[in-house]
């Protein structure tokens, strides 16, 4: 009886009158993909009741899925391979008569657009939160349709920072040395309060007016390429805003998890991995909303699945991404995010893709990596993670006393458990990011821990991210209020008293470190030995870890002294590395090194010596 009432009200949906089109997505299209398939979500009020029909060369509608919301109908195109770049107009109708028109396009790929090559080892990331970078159009901090309006003085409100300002602050980066940009989500938030993260979605095709528009998203990954730089999209698949526009009417009943009533998520993540789990336990932890304003998206659903692969491609065709950042990976259906790597890497070969997994186990951040071997059988294809072992294991190497089990022994311990990966290299490492408290809050706010952690940082194995602020000694003394972490950047805003960019009103620490990160970053732009080259390391000895990384042309010594003195290291131990080098300068002073069996290495400071 149920069923027939379903049914019965399905028709006399169907039997409504038809209002015409609010939106297709994807917005438009490219010829000449490796994948020739296209699936088209078509929303406005009652369409399922109409006919569908289309007229272009080399575009065939292969079928009309109808599903149980009337405001829904799912396009299957194929797009052969001898579409040429054009428009077309989609043609909905009832009976004899026209009640809707759309038109698509389909557009010319850049060239070489699947050749494209992501970030890599040779690149050190910016992190950027756009909101509180810096304010280069004050016209969009409030824009018509926007529930939340700017609030300077509100550590969780917006601030005011857009794309227009990181475009005007390129040249800063530049300068500084560094190769690549992150931004934390700049896609629309039209959330009510706090939206200014970028984490609750409300529109996956549009960037949020009070950062700028898509042109403008385009604009800064040109001018990004104009000075060899790369662009990092961050995204986020596990879940939408609460606000979405398709919130107030679904396509489908399980387009949500848990809808309309929620279920906070167990966030017991190991269940990804753990072989006696129960599926109750996954079934909580997958399905499970993130937070309250945050719902979570079923990915199971093949056509949620497909919507949010084409929306990757989408942005990285429009824009034209050198890789992705995806938000809380282990949290969605695993094997959709498998098929997601799948497709992306089938499309781009040499792309890049790095997940967030915040685990400080590397054995369960491994699993996920591409081509790791796993007990279970599951491939993931992921290229790159977030080191967050790394990374922890650094802050507590640099904080804690020196002892059999702690100190230094901590971070090479961690570092000995590369075996686990597939690609150790391939990992992002960083010293902070926006969710945790800054390193140099992380290291009591002491400039020589922070240089020495961020020397390492940049010369260890990897893909090193460094977070906005940190060249000028940002920080969060006394909280951990992600509103504080996520400050405004010094000389972003107009009435700023200090600025970073001019110099004026920062302190001498300040100014040093600012000239201590251009000094190691523009030294390890051309240095392939650093991007790439093997790395050797030793047991720390004495507070002191001495590591090398060496290819067949070039060898860099790297010493971390954590001594609050001076102390003289007699290199005999080092002798495999070292025998066949007479001399090396250190590219910090810039000193020549004329003897090296024994090096004079300053108290709670880095050397990185090129050997020859």
Not at 40 to 60: D, K, R, W
Not at 125 to 147: C, E, S
Not at 377 to 402: I, R, W
Not at 597 to 602: A, G, L
Request: with cysteine; glycine share 8%.
């Amino acid at each position: 009886m149920k069923q027939l009432v379903l049914t019965f009200v399905l028709l006399m949906h169907l039997l409504g009158a038809i209002a015409g089109i609010n939106r297709v997505e994807p917005a438009s299209w490219w010829t000449g993909m490796k994948n020739p398939q296209l699936q088209l979500m078509v929303h406005g009020e009652n369409i399922a009741a109409a006919a569908v029909q289309l007229t272009y060369p080399g575009v065939t509608l292969e079928s009309v899925t109808r599903v149980a919301n009337p405001n829904y109908l799912f396009l299957d195109l194929k797009i052969a391979k001898e579409a040429r770049p054009g428009k077309f107009n989609i043609t909905f109708t009832s009976g004899k008569k026209t009640v809707g028109s759309w038109q698509y396009e389909l557009k010319a790929r850049s060239l070489n657009s699947a050749a494209r090559q992501g970030f890599n080892g040779s690149d050190v990331i910016y992190l950027i939160t756009p909101d509180r970078f810096v304010n280069g159009n004050p016209q969009n901090d409030a824009m018509p349709g926007m529930k939340e309006l700017p609030d300077r003085a509100d550590k969780d409100g917006r601030h005011g920072g857009d794309l227009r300002g990181i475009i005007n602050s390129l040249d800063y980066l530049s300068n500084l040395g560094f190769t690549a940009v992150w931004l934390n989500p700049v896609l629309e938030n039209n959330m009510t309060h706090t939206s200014y993260h970028g984490y609750s979605t409300t529109d996956f095709y549009k960037v949020d007016p009070r950062y700028g528009t898509n042109e403008e998203y385009r604009e800064l990954s040109d001018e990004l390429k104009k000075r060899g730089m790369k662009l990092i999209m961050d995204m986020i698949f596990n879940h939408c805003g609460s606000e979405h526009w398709w919130m107030d009417d679904l396509p489908m009943p399980d387009w949500i998890n848990n809808f309309p009533d929620y279920q906070i998520t167990s966030h017991r993540r190991t269940v990804n991995q753990d072989p006696h789990a129960s599926e109750i336990d996954k079934k909580e932890m997958e399905e499970g909303w993130f937070v309250p304003t945050m719902p979570d998206l079923n990915q199971r659903n093949p056509f949620v699945a497909t919507y949010l692969i084409q929306n990757s491609i989408w942005w990285i065709e429009y824009v034209g991404l050198d890789g992705i950042r995806q938000d809380t990976w282990p949290y969605p259906n695993k094997n959709m995010m498998a098929d997601w790597t799948t497709r992306i890497l089938d499309e781009y070969p040499g792309f890049n893709i790095v997940g967030e997994e915040w685990s400080l186990n590397p054995a369960i951040v491994s699993y996920w990596q591409r081509g790791k071997v796993n007990s279970d059988g599951y491939h993931c294809n992921l290229p790159s993670l977030m080191d967050f072992p790394l990374q922890n294991a650094v802050s507590q190497a640099l904080k804690n006393d020196e002892s059999w089990g702690g100190g230094l022994i901590q971070l090479y311990e961690m570092v000995a458990n590369d075996f686990l990966y597939s690609d150790p290299a391939n990992l992002v490492v960083f010293p902070d990011n926006h969710d945790m408290s800054r390193f140099y809050t992380q290291m009591g706010e002491d400039p020589e821990l922070l240089k020495l952690g961020l020397a390492y940082f940049l010369t260890t194995r990897g893909i090193p991210q460094i977070f906005y602020g940190t060249e000028v000694l940002m920080s969060n003394p006394g909280t951990e209020e992600h509103g504080i972490i996520r400050s405004d950047f010094p000389g972003g805003w107009p009435d700023d008293q200090i600025s970073a960019f001019t110099g004026e009103g920062l302190s001498a620490r300040q100014k040093e470190m600012q000239t201590y990160l251009q000094t190691i970053l523009n030294w390890r732009k051309n240095k392939a030995v650093i991007h790439s080259g093997k790395m050797i390391h030793f047991v720390p000895q004495d507070g002191m870890y001495v590591y090398f990384r060496c290819n067949q042309t070039e060898t860099v010594m790297v010493i971390l002294n954590k001594n609050r003195e001076a102390k003289n290291l007699s290199t005999d131990r080092f002798s495999e590395v070292t025998s066949r080098f007479k001399a090396g300068k250190e590219i910090l002073s810039s000193a020549p090194l004329t003897d090296l069996k024994t090096i004079t290495v300053p108290a709670r400071s880095a050397m990185i010596i090129e050997l020859n």
